[in-house]
């Protein structure tokens, strides 16, 4: 695919018309009736502004109010309804809507400067022009805004050169602090050129090293920086911004032993396939974390000392973190398990990776060539883990059998009875559960 680029000839609304589904040009419509009503001026900006110039389509609506923000969103919940969450701290709401075909999220804050008092911290914030707001974002194709009027969209405000270099394809930061104050965005700059196609702009990559030599990026919360990786990881080919990342020596602050050979893109393709398959044979990629298995790519040449280490240094979720760390631990083990040729029963691949998440799974079939671990993998995803036995415990209670550890144990073996394809119906389960009550009560 090659970059996006503008078309000159088109006028700001005919794009948004294209972008914005209609239900959402609607609300759009309705805040700047609003805004207009409360005599407050509103602004659509970020990144939504530089995928409507791009024609692509983005359906966060990202607004900045020239006033009080938190007193603006009340407003916007008394006509759309929905819940706000205010986040007093930050002068920031977000209204979360549900009406038909344009359930979403609007995010609306009161225009802001920063000053960084000190690089790579939080900066403090106070109240703002908009020329401020953008004056403080990452790169200029980031730092456009459009006014909300009654009618839809106004004219578009771009004070930095954005729309110009969005046009040129270039990824250029706003002033020469930029990566000094927010190291961060050493990382946004190529996610946004490689997911674009743009390059980062000559001084702008001379801002990003010296930021880098000057250890920038060890100086910034870690957990700032988990966030632009999981971000990173989100892209649809993460590859190349890994591969950009190795380039510009940022994999080391990642871990000093991460390397990145170009042969895991092949593995990054194989795994888009496998979720592609999961999609649509178990259920919606949505309900697995994609990201932690283009994660577990970029972190493939580390061993479970050196991930543990990444993990702990990035304060990832309990939830997160056990699922990187179980594919370290326990990928070898099932690769010896399930690579095996011959026949193998059910519950013996359900015993092997019934205590796995699927996105460990999809990430060891990603490891393999295809045969019979992928096989096996995918039998257990497809069917054998929603085998269920119709008996339940209640049938054991009938038996008489005092309450305790063998219930589960008599449950846990009829189960694997019926895998392997040995308790067709209902009745053969409970002459199953009937032998091993008696066969084993004293
Ligand atoms: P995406 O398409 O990935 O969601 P986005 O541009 O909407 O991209 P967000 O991370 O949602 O990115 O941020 C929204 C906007 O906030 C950006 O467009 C940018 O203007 C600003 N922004 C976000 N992070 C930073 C940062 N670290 N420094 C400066 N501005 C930032």
């Known amino acids: 695919m090659g970059s996006p680029r503008l078309d000159e000839q088109m006028i700001l609304n005919d794009i948004t018309n294209k972008v914005l589904p209609a239900p959402l040009l609607r609300v759009v419509r309705l805040i700047g009736r609003e805004a207009s009503n409360a005599g407050i001026d509103v602004y659509l900006v970020g990144g939504i502004v530089r995928d409507m ?45 549900s009406r038909p075909g344009s359930a979403g999220r609007i995010d609306i804050a009161a225009a802001r400067r920063e000053k960084y ?7 403090a914030v106070e109240f703002a022009q908009l020329k401020d707001d953008l004056y403080r974002r990452d790169f200029t194709i980031n730092a456009m805004a459009v006014k909300i009027e009654p009618g839809g969209l106004g004219a578009l405000i771009d004070m930095f050169g954005g729309r110009d270099d969005l046009k040129k394809g270039f990824i250029r930061a706003l002033h020469d602090r930029s990566f000094i104050d927010d190291p961060t965005r050493i990382f946004r700059a190529v ?63 990642i871990h000093k032993d991460l390397s990145f050979s170009g042969t895991l893109g092949r593995m990054f393709a194989v795994s888009r396939s496998l979720v592609k398959w999961y999609g649509v044979f178990i259920k919606s990629p949505a309900g697995i974390e994609v990201w932690i298995i ?13 991930t543990r280490e990444v993990t702990d240094k990035f304060v990832f979720s309990n939830d997160d973190r056990n699922k990187i760390l179980s594919f370290k631990e326990n990928r070898d083990n099932v690769r010896r398990h399930l690579e095996r040729d011959g026949k193998m029963l059910p519950s013996e691949v359900c015993g092997v990776l019934r205590p796995l998440s699927d996105e460990v799974i999809l990430s060891i079939m990603a490891r393999s060539r295809p045969g019979v671990l992928r096989e096996r993998c995918r039998k257990y995803l497809r069917s054998y883990r929603d085998i269920k036995l119709k008996v339940t415990g209640d049938d054991l209670i009938k038996l008489g059998l005092p309450r305790g550890p063998r219930y589960r144990e008599i449950l846990k073996k009829a189960l694997s009875a019926k895998l392997d394809g040995k308790l067709p119906g209902k009745a053969d389960e409970l002459r199953y ?9 004293p």
């Open 117 to 123: 008092e000190k690089p790579a911290a939080l900066p």
């Open 53 to 97: 110039l791009l024609g692509r389509k983005n359906l966060d609506l990202d607004i900045v109010v020239e006033g009080n923000a938190l007193g603006f969103g009340h407003e916007l919940k008394s006509v759309f309804g929905g819940t706000l969450v205010e986040h007093k701290r930050f002068g920031t709401a977000s209204l979360f809507i």
């Open 433 to 441: 559960l009937e032998k091993n009550v008696t066969q084993n009560t």
């Open 294 to 306: 283009n994660f577990l790519i970029m972190i493939d040449s580390l061993g479970v000392k050196e």
């Open 191 to 253: 996610r946004f050129e490689q997911r674009f196609g743009f390059k980062i702009e000559l001084r702008t990559g001379y801002l990003i090293r010296d930021a880098a030599s000057r250890g920038m990026v060890r100086l910034t919360e870690a957990q700032r920086i988990r966030e632009e990786l999981i971000l990173i990881c989100r892209e649809e080919k993460p590859e190349k911004a890994v591969l950009r990342m190795r380039d510009l020596h940022e994999l080391v602050f």
